[in-house]
């Protein structure tokens, strides 16, 4: 815990009850919401409820102005400007809530892990207090999380006790991976999803869209290319804007070089084939220019679709890397004195060098991370740890040791994939909630606490996978995702063992929608 904070952990463990039985009452430590608070400090008996004179207000032309905006018409009250000018609304007066950029608001609880100053830029203080609310936050991202839990509480309870909340995310990367490839989900269906992630403080969204079964985005670079059912540019835009109002970043992801089957059919030149002449499945022959320039193409295509900071490189399960001599089976791929695994760990890496360019940080799957005596992956890629189970398995444990920051996509625990193909099992979120937590990488084992922090494990996300994509259709995925996605939220925002029960958990998901 940073020393900021150090003041608040007696509060903090006084206001924290061991986890109770699935009769046990509401725990006392936080107000009702999901993920559930860090901090409330109670101030006497008074409770905020919106009346008929009810506004929110936000200065004119803040970065906040928005974030009041969205409040005021789901709360379906006027919206009113917080300024001194005269053609301002006046004060607050009863009722009122307040949103306001307060730099004074990034001193809200740091992760205990040591991340005080990445949670920050997303922390708020909440306080209500004389039939009023104010929401104060260093930047845009922490009044729409207070505003979240404002929303939440008067869902679940109609009112707000009043008192103090301060609030603040353990870990800065949250979120859900959509394989949008493999089954064609609707826009409607995925800013459904967008909504439901802002009302539970997730912050990103990985548009996982090409595959073997199918490219799922309007491509003008490459049209033919593309499935049947896609999503425009158009669809793409308009989700990207109703998660950036929701505070989420949506990260793009074309598979390569392996995964790339969509595109194979349109283009069969550019498939590799073994030594002795047989065509592998899904992979390019990264021997032939073209496939890099049709890749490259269509990352530049699409950079400019996606505003946010990351481009997703995928990397995994490259077939001429799975079997016994690669070199002896793919020789193409081989330079002098030169291996297979050189040349895969090289592909990745230009890869990388052009979404630098493109201004976005790069990321890939732990199974694309290969280093060899004589290529390493790039430095500044970010490891999406999902599986132990690659050839030449390597623990997560060796990467945080390289200062490598890594996201947790725990296939034991995260991974939705429809069918329950090769072992898998659709997860629960009571078994998140119980089990999981960002250090368990792999397994059900977690790494050392020293490897563990937050400037380490920057997070993780709930994946859903869609191999047997007719398994579930979109409404029984969003079911079967529901409490899931649940579970993490409340273990990426709160480094500390649940109040609640499960049953408690439940209970509460119930209650504030």
Known sequence: MGKIWAGAALLLAALT??????????????????????????EGAGVFHIGPGTRVRAGRGT???????????QLQVPFGFDDAK?????????????????????????????????????????????GQVTIG???????????????????????????????????????????????????????????EMGDLKLNQLHLHFSDDQGFRIESTGHPEIVSRDH?????????????????????PEIDSPGHLGAVIAAHPDLQLSSASGTPTRGAVDISNPGSARMVDDLIREY??????PYWHLGGDEYQALTVSDPESSYPQLVRPGHTVADAATRWL?????????????????????????????????????????????????????????????????????LGEPNEFTYPTG?????????????????????????????GGRFAVWCDLADAQSQDEVARGIRLPLRALAQKLWDPRPPARSWAGFTALADEVG
């Open 17 to 42: 009850p061991a986890v109770g039985t699935p009769n046990e009452a509401p725990a006392a430590r936080t107000l009702p919401g999901i993920p559930e608070i860090r901090e409330f400090q109670p």
């Open 63 to 73: 970065a906040v102005e928005d974030e009041a905006r969205l409040l005021a018409a």
């Open 86 to 130: 005269a053609d301002g609304d006046g004060p607050a007066g009863p009722g009122d809530i307040t949103l306001r950029l307060d730099g004074a608001a990034g001193t809200a609880p740091g992760s205990a892990s040591g991340a005080a100053t990445v949670a920050a830029d997303e922390s708020y203080v909440l306080t209500a207090r004389n």
């Open 137 to 195: 936050a260093a930047t845009d991202a922490g009044a729409f999380y207070g505003t979240r839990t404002l929303l939440q509480s008067l869902r679940a309870g109609g009112g707000l006790p009043e008192g103090v909340v301060r609030d603040a995310p353990d870990r800065p990367q949250r979120g859900l991976m959509l394989d949008i490839a493999r089954k064609h989900f609707t826009r409607d269906w995925i800013e459904a999803r967008v909504r």
């Open 231 to 251: 999503l425009s540019k158009a669809d793409v835009t308009g989700i990207v804007t109703l998660a950036a109002q929701r505070h989420i970043t949506v990260i």
């Open 303 to 308: 950079a400019p679709l996606f505003p946010g």
């Open 349 to 417: 890496n230009d890869r990388a060098a052009l979404v630098r360019k493109l201004g976005k940080r790069a990321k890939a799957w732990n199974d694309g991370f290969i280093s060899t005596p004589r290529v390493s992956p790039d430095a500044d890629r970010e490891v999406e740890y999902w599986t132990g189970k690659e050839l030449g398995a390597r623990e997560p444990e060796e990467y945080l040791d390289a200062g490598r920051k890594v996201v947790n996509l725990n296939d034991e625990y995260l991974y939705y994939v």
């Open 430 to 458: 009571e078994r998140i909630y119980r089990e999981w937590t960002p250090a368990v990488l792999r397994g059900t084992r977690a790494v050392a606490p020293a490897l563990a922090g937050s400037d380490r494990v920057l």
